[in-house]
């Protein structure tokens, strides 16, 4: 099954992504910042990147940056898990680059209906 990193500050949202997704037979790696999510990528084989936005150091959306500007990584699938959840907070997100959008708190059925659809 495909690994899945995900980059969560929150301790307990952090735990509730990783054993909901390693329940349904994914490897999860896990961290709480950017700057070593960005590690754990150029490191391993990586089929998608569950990541906050609001992180301590840089944020989600500097991290996306290097992530699209990185020749190796540019292809990850990257999805948004955040509280923000307005509208335009939304399009941000997803105008910047990021493949995807999993509001919080997070709905278990989206968020695996979008893991499945970004790891098929």
Known sequence: MATV?????DEKSRR???DVLSYHG?????TDRGEDGMT????SAIAL????????GISGFEALARIRASEALRNIKVVAVTASVLDTDRRRILDAGFD???P?????????GTVQKMTA
Not at 26 to 30: C, N
């Open 5 to 9: 990193l995900i980059i969560e500050d």
């Open 16 to 18: 509730l992504l990783s």
């Open 26 to 30: 994914y490897e999860i790696l896990q």
């Open 40 to 43: 754990m990528m150029a490191s």
């Open 49 to 56: 990147v569950l990541m906050d936005i609001q992180l301590p």
């Open 100 to 102: 995807g959008y999993v």
């Open 104 to 112: 919080k708190p997070v709905n278990l059925r989206e968020l695996l």
